[in-house]
């Protein structure tokens, strides 16, 4: 059974900072890809950032500058590092990774969420 559990989301004014965190557990044998994704009510769950197996990162235009990912490879963790915050940022953010194991096919887990609320 392969689990992914997020850490670090709160409650923060804007221009503040905060720091998520995913460690994915369980019987894996390879992860590809990791990313954090978020949702507002209403709306679709969007990419915020993704870094790759071989560290390669790619973000949304609306985090660009702002919000830097990283990975720990070692402890098949994830790091979403936010900061200057704005309002707009406000969404349930979920942890996402592409990976397979013994007896998990490959595909994409996701984590069960953690909120992040900007707000003065």
């Known amino acids: 059974q392969v689990q992914l559990v997020e850490s670090g989301g709160g409650l923060v004014q804007p221009g503040g900072s905060l720091r998520l965190s995913c460690a994915a557990s369980?019987?894996?044998?390879?992860?590809?890809?990791m990313g954090w994704y978020r949702q507002t009510p209403g709306n679709q769950r969007e990419l915020v950032a993704q870094i790759s197996a071989a560290g390669i990162t790619n973000y949304a235009d609306s985090v660009m500058g702002r919000f830097t990912i990283s990975r720990d490879y070692a402890n098949n963790t994830v790091f979403l590092q936010m900061n200057s915050l704005k309002p707009e940022d406000t969404a349930a953010y979920y942890c996402?990774?592409?990976?397979?194991?013994?007896?998990?096919?490959?595909?994409?887990?996701w984590g069960q969420g953690t909120q992040v609320t900007v707000s003065s």
């Open positions: 996402n990774a592409d990976l397979y194991g013994p007896r998990a096919p490959r595909d994409d887990y």
């Open positions: 369980g019987s894996i044998s390879a992860i590809y890809s």
